[in-house]
């Protein structure tokens, strides 16, 4: 992972987004409607060509939902190529047996996201394999505090990654409905996983605007 220390150079457009987000009032909401986590969801959906999108406020939350959006969990075993020492404890700790074994299909491929690769975001995906189902992408190097999504085209993954989560989709639509809409879904155990709208918000204006930071 990159060293999250932002430079000068991105002072400007940092103050920007920040100022952008704090002037609107955006700390934290579970509102069914809440805006800027779908906007994220949305931006990250365009820039990796991929149809789901799941946000988290940590990269472990968002590789625990890579794998059990796969039905990866205690005793199966997973294959992450050249995992560091965080992903190996974190796998371990989930009671997942990481392998090398060429037969077990690669369970995701992950890119972390800082200032200075912003503006060849698209061309750093395009150059990862394709053949996991899931991308993880990190944005805690940004600065906005930890920050993590998956992105993927099953839509079940995407259901069982937002069923991980306390306050995911399908929670918002029970608080609010009072009908459980997908019960199979549940997982045994769910975990505090919710992104901040307002470190949505900062990663979405971010993205926004990346293309814009040489013009500034």
Same mark, same amino acid.
């Given at each position: 992972?990159?060293?999250?220390?932002?430079?000068?150079?991105?002072?400007?457009?940092?103050?920007?987004?920040?100022?952008?987000?704090?002037?609107?009032?955006?700390?934290?909401? $579970?509102?069914?409607?809440?805006?800027? /986590?779908?906007? &994220? @969801?949305?931006? =990250? !959906?365009?820039?990796? *060509?991929?149809?789901? %999108?799941?946000?988290?406020?940590?990269?472990?939350?968002?590789?625990?939902?890579?794998?059990?959006?796969?039905?990866?969990?205690?005793?199966?075993?997973?294959?992450?190529?050249?995992?560091?020492?965080?992903?190996?404890?974190?796998?371990?700790?989930?009671?997942?047996?990481?392998?090398?074994?060429?037969?077990?299909?690669?369970?995701?491929?992950? $890119?972390?996201?800082?200032?200075?690769? /912003?503006?060849? &975001? @698209?061309?750093? =995906? !395009?150059?990862?394999? *394709?053949?996991?189902? %899931?991308?993880?992408?990190?944005?805690?190097?940004?600065?906005?505090?930890?920050?993590?999504?998956?992105?993927?085209?099953?839509?079940?993954?995407?259901?069982?990654?937002?069923?991980?989560?306390?306050?995911?989709?399908?929670?918002?639509?029970?608080?609010?409905?009072?009908?459980?809409?997908?019960?199979?879904?549940?997982?045994?155990?769910?975990?505090?996983?919710?992104?901040?709208?307002?470190?949505?918000?900062?990663?979405?204006?971010?993205?926004?605007?990346?293309?814009?930071?040489?013009?500034?």
């Amino acid at each position: 992972m990159k060293n999250a220390q932002i430079s000068k150079s991105h002072f400007f457009s940092l103050s920007f987004v920040l100022s952008r987000v704090l002037t609107s009032g955006v700390i934290m909401s $579970i509102e069914k409607n809440e805006s800027e /986590l779908k906007g &994220l @969801e949305k931006s =990250i !959906s365009k820039i990796t *060509g991929k149809k789901h %999108v799941s946000l988290f406020n940590s990269y472990t939350g968002a590789v625990h939902a890579a794998l059990w959006g796969q039905d990866i969990g205690h005793g199966s075993a997973a294959r992450i190529e050249d995992a560091s020492e965080q992903e190996r404890k974190f796998i371990r700790w989930l009671g997942v047996e990481r392998t090398d074994q060429t037969s077990v299909p690669v369970s995701f491929e992950r $890119i972390a996201v800082g200032w200075d690769d /912003l503006n060849d &975001l @698209e061309a750093r =995906i !395009s150059s990862l394999s *394709g053949s996991a189902p %899931v991308l993880v992408l990190d944005f805690t190097p940004l600065g906005f505090g930890p920050a993590a999504a998956i992105a993927a085209n099953d839509a079940l993954i995407w259901k069982k990654a937002e069923r991980l989560k306390i306050f995911g989709a399908f929670d918002l639509q029970t608080m609010w409905t009072q009908e459980e809409s997908e019960p199979e879904l549940q997982p045994a155990v769910q975990f505090n996983y919710r992104l901040s709208p307002l470190v949505a918000a900062c990663v979405k204006l971010t993205l926004l605007r990346r293309n814009r930071a040489n013009e500034d």
